[in-house]
């Protein structure tokens, strides 16, 4: 057995998901459909960097997976990428450590988070950016990224119901930049790894703040009262992208 | 009653093109539908700058129609927009001529079409460009491009089986823009008009100019044989917008 890596990108548009499940399609299942195939229908299993919900799109997913034979590498590329469905694309393949692990291994991961701003919604973005329709001063937005940068309890920015117990998470960069025609904001986040909806709740409560109503100075409040219900809601997922997984 | 002109954009992805037929899902029937319920189920007939077909997209479709009441203008575009399905949005509307025609007085149309050159293809781009994953030497292009301005007949250009006869048109621009990143390429086309799949096939055949197939002064000599067989393949919908339409 040969262990693989690759960086997939995908439109989590039409997917329930990245992971396995009984019900819709996912892209777990697609692309082990077609290592099976490749495989001369012997099951290959894929594991991911961590999950992203339906609707969560990836510019560079990490997945790792072992194959019976090592292949040329470019070919093995090809091979997944155009027989995946369009909507997956396979960047690059290459041979892991025996022991690499897509998901345990996992030091840095970076998010985007797109918001169209502009009126009306373009129908060109309704599926790959969020849409903010109301008032935003962006420098107050700009006041309250730099307080989430280190190490926090990240309770207050988690679903509930999770089965993690550890929220303490580092923040290494919270960026804002905006699109040259000013219609598009998008959020970079940088960290050792993030709950589970804690970019859409960061962003949720960003906007708030953008729009005032939610003062630019209360992140650190909200950290410290570790309570779900002083963040803000939980922005829509067809905005969020994970961006790029890093390994030690 | 009141003629208004409004500008509309539209996700060609999922419509069989603009103008109404029997079969399938059309732009022109998606918005005689808004206006008739907005118009007490009263029918409302809107008439499009021109057809665009399946696949193809719109930055600024004009349309016009006639409505019983003058309404504020904003209120009107507001529930234009809102009450039509997601994939159309309504820019702008404003109160025309009453003898103003949405076809018959233009006097300009742009048309943008998207190529993505990047490998491997992005699952992002699937619908909203064409795809030419091969060698481009995008100087060859540009050189052909300026034998397109000015006035010739078309038909070497023009999809058989019109019923147009005149194929004289006159281009005013023919660009092509990369963006930053240089992964897609925009060409830009300004006329008084163009044939039927005159922009695909004029791509089509740019594309082969710039793959070295074509030979890249070659233009000249294409439109002068008046024949179809002469310039290059049709390049597919996904890549096309009608992007402005001017009128006198």
């Known amino acids: 057995m040969v262990r693989y890596k690759a960086v997939i990108a995908y439109d989590g548009t039409h997917f329930n998901g990245f992971q396995k499940q009984p019900n819709g399609r996912t892209v777990q299942q697609e692309v082990e ?4 195939k490749m495989n001369n229908g012997e099951p290959v299993t894929i594991f991911g960097s961590g999950r992203t919900d339906a609707g969560v799109h990836a510019l560079g ?23 995946t469905p369009e909507d997956i694309a396979v960047s690059s393949v290459e041979i892991a450590a025996d022991d690499f692990h897509a998901r345990y ?15 009306p919604r373009s129908p060109f973005r ?4 969020s ?24 309770t207050s920015f988690c679903a509930t119901g999770g089965a993690i117990e550890d929220k303490v998470r ?12 000013g219609t598009e904001l998008t959020f970079i986040f940088r960290g050792n790894g993030f709950l589970y909806k804690m970019i859409r709740i960061l962003v949720g409560t960003l906007l708030k703040i953008g729009n005032g109503r939610i003062p630019a100075d209360s992140i650190p409040e ?21 961006a790029e997984v890093k390994y030690k």
Request: proline share 7%.
């Open 33 to 36: 459909k077609t290592l099976q």
């Open 61 to 83: 997913q990490v997945i790792h997976f072992d194959y019976p034979q090592e292949r040329p590498l470019e070919r093995m590329r090809f091979a997944l990428d155009t027989q």
């Open 105 to 119: 291994h996992v030091v840095e991961k970076t998010y985007h988070f797109k918001v169209q701003i502009e009126k």
């Open 126 to 129: 309704r599926f790959y950016a």
């Open 131 to 154: 849409y903010f329709p109301y008032p935003l001063d962006l420098n107050l937005i700009r006041q309250a990224l730099p307080d989430l940068l280190g190490t926090h309890d990240f």
């Open 170 to 181: 580092t923040i290494y960069q919270a960026d804002l930049v905006v699109n040259e025609a």
């Open 222 to 242: 909200i950290l410290a009262a570790k309570d779900r219900n002083l963040a803000g809601p939980t922005a829509h997922p067809e905005g969020l992208y994970l």
